[in-house]
Structures are given as C-alpha cells and as structure tokens.
C-alpha cells in the first residue's frame, strides 16, 4: 500500500492557477496515494491516518483554530509536511506556522527565466538535480534568511534574473525538523508548466517522500 497524503489547496488570498496542475502532477507521480480537499474541517478527522501533509499553494488564514491545534500535535508527534510556493504566503497570523516552515514569503519580482543552483546533493530532494539548471518561476523573496535554522537543499542565482531581493544567499528550498516531525518546504511551483518538469517533478517527490518517512 502506498503512503497517503492529505493534499490541502485551501486559499483564502491570491489563488494560483496552477493548484489543478499540481494536485495531478502529485497523483501522477504514482508514490502516493492523495486525498485532496480544500476544507479545513478535514482537518478534525485523525492526521494520523496520513503519513504526511501537503499544503499547495495554499494563501492566507485557512485553518481553523482547532485545526491548526491538530496539525502542531500531528507534526510535534511525528508527522511529515510539506510546503509548496504559496504555502509560505500561509497562516501570517499563527507564530508557530512560520517556525514550522522555516521563513515567510516576503515578495517576488516579476515571472520570468533564471537559474536554480543545487546547494546540497545528499538529499532526497536534490539526488536527481544537476548542479544548476534553468526554471522560470515568481523567485519568492523572504522576510529573512532560513539558513542557521533550516537544511538548504536550493538557491536562487539572483544573476540570472532581474529583481531579486536577498542577494548571494539566496535559498529556495531546504528541510527541517519540528518536534520528531519533518517539514520540506520549496519556493518553486508557481506554473502549471513547472509540474510537467521532470526535474521539479524529482524534486517534489524525493522532498515530500522524505517528509513523510518512507526515504533512507
């Protein structure tokens, strides 16, 4: 039996259109067996049934106050998560989301070409990336720098696009720890063309296999 996953895609600000792509490209790559849904009462049923969570470009305030206790137990008690894009634009009024996820999105320039740089090898996530490979994407910006607190798995070259904010250290994905839990977060995935990347596509399923515990 495949592990399962709670795939939650619940926006209550900017709604991005590529939540259908990346909801068929996690069914697609055939590791997981998905339960998708966008209401937060999903959340009073038992995590536990799940090996990992999934919040997909989710925006704003979108769990309820029972909710976001039941997802803290869920994780501090073992739990995997799993960020994507807009999920850093995610529940600004709950101080524990933010340590969960390691950094809040701050702003992005404009949508355009630039160059992922694959900072760290031995990771599930990035075993199948090459060094540096080309992506178009928003290049999500930060309130603050993740790094000291986080595992960096990718940054952003800011010299091959125009408009980045954070300068040579410029992370994009990582992994971390909370409580005997694991939290995988990546900025990538503001397209629907992103999901048909292999490359993304390796990466999502390494980093999220990873969070859920199924991975050396």
């Known amino acids: 039996m495949r592990p399962r996953l709670l795939v939650f895609t619940r926006t209550a600000d900017y709604r991005h259109d590529s939540i259908p792509a990346g909801v068929d490209c ?15 009462d999903a959340f009073a049923a038992p ?19 029972a909710g976001r206790e ?9 739990g995997g998560f799993a960020g994507v894009h807009a999920a850093a634009c995610t529940e600004y009024g709950w101080p524990y989301y933010g340590q969960l996820l ?27 990336l ?14 603050a720098n993740p790094r000291g607190t986080v595992r960096v798995l990718l940054r952003a070259d800011e010299s091959s696009y125009r ?5 040579n250290d410029h992370p994009l994905a990582w992994s971390r720890e909370q409580g005997t839990g694991r939290v995988f977060y990546t900025a ?29």
């Open 26 to 40: 996690l069914r697609a790559l055939g590791a997981f067996d998905i339960e998708h849904t966008e209401d937060p």
């Open 47 to 65: 995590l536990e049934a799940y090996r990992a969570v999934v919040f997909l470009s989710t925006s704003g305030e979108v769990l309820t106050p």
């Open 70 to 78: 039941r997802l803290a137990a869920y994780i501090e008690q073992g």
């Open 102 to 128: 390691g950094a809040r999105f701050d702003r992005h320039p404009e949508l355009q070409p630039g160059r992922v740089l694959t900072e760290d090898t031995d990771h599930p996530a990035t075993r199948q």
């Open 130 to 143: 090459p060094p540096a490979w080309d992506f178009t994407d928003e290049w999500y910006d930060f309130r």
């Open 163 to 167: 408009g980045g904010g954070m300068g």
């Open 188 to 216: 990538l995935g503001h397209t629907a063309e992103a999901y048909g990347d292999p490359r993304f596509r390796a990466h999502l399923k390494g980093g999220i296999a990873w969070a859920a515990g199924i991975t050396p």
